[in-house]
Each structure stands twice: as structure tokens, then as C-alpha cells.
């Protein structure tokens, strides 16, 4: 079963069929705005009828909020969810995922990995600036990196691409 589920941010197209999770006891992690919104979200009707939470579950609802840094262990990974400062240009509270063992981290919307030929889109620098600028800041070790939107995985010639946009060269 999925024990948790974590919303990075609170953007509507990265929390969307989280009743599911609801339904299925699942413990959802967020930033304090985003589980506001999930919180006021499940006090609404569905619009689906496949999305209904009945009174009972839904008043069961377990939430977690990150404050700064909330890890997750089962015994064999530790994932460490991360709050970005709020300078972020994308939402307050946003997370990111660190599984450090692995060296993998993994965000939303802060980095538009695309086909070389059209990379990087015009609309992401800002994002991905601030991205690369955050990352490097952080002391993280990460050797791959992942995020939802465009190609999924960012490769490393990406990341050198966003670092130059960013330094200006």
C-alpha cells in the first residue's frame, strides 16, 4: 500500500487525485499552504463521483507539514523531503524529494529538461536559474536528478547549460 503521499507544492496540476490517497489512508506531506489547500479541498464535494471521500474518511484525513526539512524511513530508504526558500518562483512551502544514499533528488516544476534542440525554453530560465543556483548552494550530493515536467530525468549537460544561463555566460 502507499503509505504517503507527498505534494510538493500546491499547484492544481501537481495534486489531483489525492482523495484516492485519502481513501486509501495514506499520509499526505506537503508545505503548510499546500495542505491548507488539500485540507479545504476534501471539505468540498468531489466533482467525480470516483473522487468521493466519505464524512468518515475524509474527517480521518492524516496530514504532515514540513517545516524546513521531514524525513521518511522504513528500514531500508531514508527520503528527505526539503522546503525551498520562499525567494522559490514557483510556490511557497515547495518541496523537493532527496533520497541521499542514492544521491537522487527530485522536484516539480523547477526544471524543464527538453530535447536539445529547443532547451531551454524560453519560460523556464527563471525557474531553472534559480533551480541550479539553490542546488548548488544547498550542499546536496546529487548525481541525477528528476522532475515531472518535460523528459522526466535532467541530464548533466542540462544542468552545466542552466548553470552558464545563470552565471551570465
Do not use: C
Amino acid at each position: 500500500p502507499v503509505r504517503y503521499l507527498v505534494a510538493t507544492h500546491h499547484h492544481t496540476d501537481h495534486i489531483g487525485g489525492f482523495r484516492a490517497f485519502v481513501r486509501a489512508r495514506s499520509t499526505i506531506v506537503g508545505g503548510r499552504t499546500t495542505v491548507d489547500v488539500l485540507r479545504r479541498a476534501l471539505a468540498r464535494p468531489a466533482t467525480l463521483a470516483a473522487d468521493d471521500v466519505s464524512a468518515e474518511t475524509a474527517g480521518g484525513a492524516k496530514f504532515e507539514v514540513v517545516d524546513g526539512r521531514y524525513v521518511i524511513e522504513d528500514g531500508h530508504r531514508r527520503l528527505v523531503l526539503l522546503e525551498l526558500p520562499e525567494d522559490n518562483p514557483q510556490a511557497v512551502d515547495f518541496l523537493v524529494v532527496h533520497l541521499p544514499e542514492e544521491k537522487i533528488l527530485y522536484t516539480t516544476a523547477l526544471f524543464y529538461p527538453v530535447p536539445e534542440r529547443v532547451f531551454p525554453l524560453e519560460a523556464s530560465i527563471p525557474s531553472m536559474t534559480w533551480f541550479v543556483n539553490w542546488l548548488d548552494a544547498s550542499g546536496l550530493e546529487v548525481e541525477t536528478l528528476y522532475t515531472v515536467h518535460g523528459m522526466g530525468r535532467v541530464e548533466p549537460w542540462q544542468i552545466e547549460a542552466a548553470r552558464k544561463i545563470a552565471a551570465g555566460s
